[in-house]
């Protein structure tokens, strides 16, 4: 795989140095790799044995070149059992409230679920990484930025909600890759026009040359381009994610074909629109959550035994149309993988004096990966609105746990957007780019636009 290796070294963000919460000790550290894992979970199984010990995540990256789909390495598993509208009351204490409401709002909706694989495996060099990071990484300006910081997952055994958000916010996701898919903004009735989009991620020790000073403050480059339908094509949206985002707020640009000039795009963050979302997902939506998390208090409730989706390799099969994942209301839930597994329990509560439009975010987050893999929504009367799951998926020849697709079900008005698939499409994940500085800038951008 033609990727550049992770630097050695620790890069210290220049962001103010106050630190709000005590670093973890030796012996705490020492933990990982022995009863944690190296991301820090826990590695043994549980008590019943419903969720296996972890010994190492599933991997073929060794096995030379990564075919263009992935194959479904549990395809022949049937399902342990089938949750429904009639039986959901017995394992109400596995679900959230937001997935507990999808089946009294739908009374034919459906979980199946199936035995549970801890496959999440990352390569040795994000591990060498997160131990260095255990020892070091502090939060600073009131929590809303890092110091002392290695490019992913700066708290393997957090002590804050806010640290684990921003495991979340700063996971490892292939460090460099681009991909093609459709966002489908789907009608109470199921109907939808799919928005194709071809998206960039890279994190700048993936360019060509490095991290270099021009990154300072820099996460990681974002790039997105509208290819369908019609109307929309042509606009591309540029983001420069920054760690400290009070101290620099997200730099975003819009290339908009209509207009053709590149302007400074203020509202791609908090509760602005998505990207031809039919305002069905705010900005800070999209990968579940992303973004500066200074608008609320993140309480850490612990850790609890939950169905999350896991291993959705159904949703990436070539032989489904989006006609057969898609319908009215949710997912065709016979394509969608539950599995039992460990989650950290955040619940994010709007400050005082700040606006968005959810008024608390009920977070559960994987303890193999870091990813939100739920999330519920609620609004300014404290009423469940949006639920949002993540597809879980581990890309086993490129070893990056990431997703299948995403989806946010409105409650309310019985529609929903999903994020993700790439089913119907010729091209789909690219692992092995190797992108220059230049590709994400303002430039780049306006011709991207033109063209």
Same mark, same amino acid.
Do not use: C
């Given at each position: 795989m033609n990727k550049m290796? /992770?630097? %050695? @070294?620790?890069? =210290?963000?220049?962001?103010?140095?106050?630190?709000?919460?005590?670093? $973890?000790? !030796?012996?705490?550290?020492?933990?990982?790799?022995?009863?944690?894992?190296?991301?820090?979970?826990?590695?043994?199984?549980?008590?019943?044995?419903?969720?296996?010990?972890?010994?190492?995540?599933?991997?073929?990256?060794?096995?030379?070149?990564?075919?263009?789909?992935?194959?479904?390495?549990?395809?022949?598993?049937?399902?342990?059992?089938?949750?429904?509208?009639?039986?959901?009351?017995?394992?109400?204490?596995? /679900?959230? %409230? @937001?997935?507990? =409401?999808?089946?009294?709002?739908?009374?034919?909706?459906?979980?199946? $679920?199936? !035995?549970?694989?801890?496959?999440?495996?990352?390569?040795?060099?994000?591990?060498?990484?997160?131990?260095?990071?255990?020892?070091?990484?502090?939060?600073?300006?009131?929590?809303?930025?890092?110091?002392?910081?290695?490019?992913?997952?700066?708290?393997?055994?957090?002590?804050?909600?806010?640290?684990?958000?921003?495991?979340?916010?700063?996971?490892?996701?292939?460090?460099?890759?681009?991909?093609?898919?459709?966002?489908?903004?789907?009608?109470?009735?199921?109907?939808?026009?799919?928005?194709?989009?071809?998206?960039?991620? $890279?994190? !700048?020790?993936?360019?060509?040359?490095?991290?270099?000073a021009a990154d300072d403050n820099v996460l990681f480059y974002f790039l997105q381009e509208v290819l369908a339908p019609s109307r929309l094509t042509g606009t591309v949206l540029l983001v420069h994610e920054t760690i400290d985002q009070v101290k620099e707020s997200r730099r975003a640009w819009l290339y908009n074909a209509g207009q053709r000039r590149v302007r400074k795009a203020p509202s791609v963050a908090y509760d602005g629109p998505g990207t031809a979302s039919d305002d069905l997902r705010t900005s800070d939506g999209l990968d579940m959550f992303n973004g500066a998390p200074d608008k609320y208090n993140w309480e850490l409730v612990g850790k609890k035994e939950m169905l999350i989706p896991y291993n959705n390799y159904k949703l990436m099969d070539t032989d489904l149309s989006y006609d057969d994942i898609i319908g009215p209301g949710h997912m065709n839930q016979d394509y969608v993988r539950y599995e039992k597994h460990r989650v950290w329990e955040v619940?994010?509560?709007?400050?005082?004096?700040?606006?968005?439009?959810?008024?608390?975010?009920?977070?559960?987050?994987?303890?193999?990966?870091?990813?939100?893999?739920?999330?519920?929504?609620?609004?300014?009367?404290?009423?469940?609105?949006?639920?949002?799951?993540?597809?879980?998926?581990?890309?086993?020849?490129?070893?990056?746990?990431w997703m299948a697709a995403e989806a946010l079900y409105d409650l309310n008005s019985g529609r929903y957007i999903l994020l993700g698939l790439a089913n119907e499409e010729s091209e789909y994940m690219n692992f092995d780019i190797e992108p220059e500085r230049g590709d994400f800038s303002t430039g780049a951008l306006r011709r991207m636009g033109i063209r």
């Open positions: 290796m /992770l630097k %050695a @070294g620790i890069f =210290a963000l220049s962001v103010v140095s106050v630190s709000v919460m005590a670093k $973890v000790s !030796p012996e705490e550290a020492a933990r990982l790799g022995n009863d944690l894992t190296p991301v820090g979970a826990v590695k043994a199984a549980n008590q019943d044995g419903s969720i296996p010990a972890w010994d190492g995540g599933y991997s073929l990256q060794a096995e030379g070149e990564a075919p263009e789909r992935l194959a479904d390495p549990f395809a022949d598993e049937q399902p342990l059992y089938t949750i429904t509208a009639e039986n959901v009351s017995q394992y109400q204490d596995l /679900l959230s %409230a @937001g997935q507990m =409401a999808m089946f009294e709002k739908y009374p034919e909706y459906k979980m199946h $679920v199936y !035995p549970t694989h801890r496959t999440a495996a990352y390569p040795q060099e994000v591990y060498d990484v997160i131990a260095k990071n255990a020892a070091n990484a502090e939060l600073v300006a009131g929590g809303n930025g890092l110091s002392n910081f290695d490019k992913h997952i700066p708290f393997p055994l957090p002590k804050s909600g806010l640290e684990v958000i921003w495991n979340h916010v700063t996971r490892y996701r292939g460090g460099a890759v681009q991909r093609l898919v459709n966002q489908f903004p789907v009608l109470e009735n199921g109907d939808f026009v799919p928005v194709l989009l071809r998206e960039s991620l $890279v994190f !700048p020790e993936y360019l060509k040359t490095g991290r270099e619940k994010g509560t709007l400050k005082d004096g700040e606006r968005h439009i959810y008024a608390t975010r009920h977070m559960f987050i994987d303890e193999d990966t870091w990813t939100a893999s739920v999330i519920d929504h609620y609004d300014g009367r404290g009423e469940l609105w949006r639920v949002a799951e993540a597809y879980n998926t581990q890309f086993y020849y490129h070893d990056t746990p």
